[in-house]
């Protein structure tokens, strides 16, 4: 599959969940807390590079990967996400700074349906939001034992591999994710630019995929 076909793919489940998800909020009237910036502040929160490649891409375009690459090479382990910022007036609050290209699992947050031992559909939430909003929570469940289409996190993981098994196998710190991304795509950047193009292994990839990118 050429990179171009992959982040259309990778668009397309991204609009899907954020339906899903947006569904189940209206209709359960469940929501994140405002401003709540819990799950990014996580520095247990793992991602694949696929997710991270349409956000690489935009930045790479954008010009403002290398220095993200310089931050991230000095980015200690362990540390949240660097995409986030945190609110410097209320301690747990803060925003995602590239929240229209965040990867699939962070769409999840806050709500999304895990499959329990008899395969059946449970609603995954935070401590927050369940003590905040235990009506709502209920009326979740509710909605989906009577079938309400919302995200399930084995069923999205499969659609990611499907898109790109090598890389959407393994999950990595949002940080590594998202550096192992950049410079994957810095590096198909750098070899659709050169003459020397058709020499390179891109591992799937052809020419024409980045060369329609860059
Ligand atoms: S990519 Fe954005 S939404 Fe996801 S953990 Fe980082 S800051 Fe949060």
């Known amino acids: 599959m050429e990179l171009q076909e992959k ?4 668009q397309k489940l991204f609009q899907k969940v954020d339906q899903q998800t947006h569904d189940l909020s209206c ?20 991602s694949t590079v696929l997710e991270f490649l349409p956000l690489s891409i ?4 954008k010009n403002q990967s290398e220095d993200l ?7 200690e382990e362990g540390t ?26 962070c769409r999840t947050f806050g709500y999304a349906a895990r ?6 559909k449970e609603l995954a939430t935070c401590k927050k939001i369940s003590l905040d909003q235990p009506e709502s929570i209920k009326r979740a469940q509710k909605l989906i034992d009577e079938g309400l289409d919302v ?27 998202l550096k192992t991304a950049l410079e994957k795509i810095g590096y198909w950047r750098d070899c659709s630019q050169s003459d020397t193009l058709e020499n390179h292994d891109y591992s799937n990839q052809n020419s024409r995929s980045k060369k329609n990118l860059f």
């Open 115 to 120: 499959l329990n031992k008899y395969g059946e």
């Open 27 to 46: 209709k359960a009237s469940l929501h994140c807390l405002p401003g709540c910036g819990a799950c990014c502040e996580n520095p247990n929160v793992e």
């Open 69 to 75: 690459l310089r931050l991230l090479n000095k980015t």
């Open 151 to 177: 995200p399930v996190f084995s069923e999205a993981w499969l659609a990611l591999l499907d898109i790109d098994p090598g890389l959407a196998t393994d999950r990595y710190p949002m940080n590594v994710a």
């Open 58 to 61: 935009e930045l790479w375009q």
């Open 7 to 10: 982040t259309d793919k990778l």
């Open 80 to 105: 949240s996400c660097i995409l986030y910022k945190a609110d410097p007036n209320i301690p747990g609050n803060g925003r995602c700074t590239q929240y229209e290209l965040r990867p699939l699992l």
